[in-house]
C-alpha cells in the first residue's frame, strides 16, 4: 500500500520553501523519495536550512534563487531546475504573501498588482513554463496553494490577497479541465490559519486568538499537516482526483 506514496525518482519544485508550509512540503516530498527543487526570494537562510535537513535525512536537494513577482526570473527558473535536475514531474505553486494588510482606501494599483504578481501569476506562468514538458511525458502534478482567504474575503486588510487566492482556486479549475487529458493531474490545497511565520508578520496575538476561536478544533494548523496534504495530491494515491481544492482549516470552513 505505501508504494502508492512513494515518489522516489521524481523532480519537484517547491516554490516559497525557506519556511512555512513550503518549507514543509520540500522535506515531507524527499522523506517519500523526491529530488526536490527549493526556491526563495529574500530567505536565503531558510532556504539553506530546509535543503540540508532534507540532505541530513537522506534526501536530495538543490537551492534556486527566483523572484516570482518578474516573468523572465520565472521562466528562468523552469530552465534552471530542469537542467539541474531534469524535467519536472511535481510543481508545487506555494510562493505568496499578503505583502500587508491595507483597507480599500489604502490600496494602490501597484499595491494590487504586486499581490496579484506574486500570489495569482506567478502560479499561472510557472505552471506555463513545466507544462510542456509533462505533456510531452504524459505525466505531471502540479498542486496550487490558496487560502481560505479565497473562499470567504479574507480578515481584516486582506481583500488584494483574497482575490489572488480566489484566483488561485480557479486557475486550478482550468488548468486541471485543460492538462487532464494529457495525463497532468492539477489540484489545489487551501490552508487556513497555520503556524507560519505569515502569522507571525502580519497577524497580531490578538488577531491569532480571535482566529482559533471559530477553528472546531479549538487550535490552528501546522505547515507539516498542510506538507502531507499536499504530498498526498502529488503521489499516486491521488491519481483519480483532478481540479479539487482540499480544505486544511481544523473545520474553520466548511462547504
Known amino acids: 500500500m505505501s508504494a502508492i ?7 519537484a519544485l517547491v516554490t516559497g520553501a525557506s519556511s512555512g508550509i513550503g518549507a514543509a512540503t520540500a522535506r515531507t516530498l524527499a522523506a517519500q523519495g523526491a529530488r526536490v527543487a527549493l526556491t526563495y526570494h529574500r530567505n536565503r537562510v531558510g532556504a539553506n536550512t530546509t535543503c540540508a535537513q532534507i540532505m541530513d535525512d537522506g534526501g536530495e536537494a538543490r537551492v534556486f534563487h527566483a523572484d516570482l513577482r518578474d516573468p523572465e526570473e520565472i521562466r528562468g527558473l523552469a530552465a534552471e531546475v530542469t537542467k539541474a535536475l ?6 508545487v505553486n506555494n510562493a505568496g504573501s499578503l505583502i500587508r494588510r491595507m483597507k480599500l482606501h489604502e490600496l494602490t494599483e501597484a499595491a494590487w ?11 499561472m ?17 502540479i498542486v496550487n496553494v490558496g487560502s481560505v482567504a479565497g473562499h470567504h474575503g479574507g480578515g481584516p486588510g486582506a481583500g488584494a490577497y483574497a482575490v489572488a487566492k480566489a484566483g488561485v482556486a480557479a486557475l486550478t479549475k482550468a488548468l486541471a479541465k485543460e492538462l487532464a487529458p494529457h495525463g497532468v493531474r492539477v489540484n489545489s490545497v487551501a490552508p487556513g490559519v ?7 508578520a502580519f497577524s497580531t496575538p490578538e488577531m491569532i486568538r480571535a ?3 471559530m477553528i472546531p478544533l479549538g487550535r490552528i494548523g501546522t505547515p507539516a499537516e498542510c506538507a502531507s496534504v499536499i504530498a498526498f495530491l502529488a503521489s499516486d494515491a491521488a491519481s483519480f482526483v483532478v481540479g479539487e481544492t482540499i480544505d486544511i482549516n481544523g473545520g474553520q470552513l466548511m462547504r
Open 5 to 11: 506514496f512513494d515518489l522516489t525518482g521524481r523532480i
Open 86 to 91: 531534469g524535467s519536472i514531474d511535481i510543481l
Open 113 to 123: 498588482d504586486e499581490i496579484q504578481d506574486l500570489n495569482l501569476k506567478s502560479a
Open 125 to 141: 506562468l510557472l505552471s506555463q513554463a513545466v507544462v510542456p514538458s509533462m505533456i510531452v511525458r504524459g505525466r505531471g502534478v
Open 194 to 200: 497555520i503556524d507560519t511565520p505569515f502569522h507571525e
Open 211 to 213: 482566529f482559533t476561536a
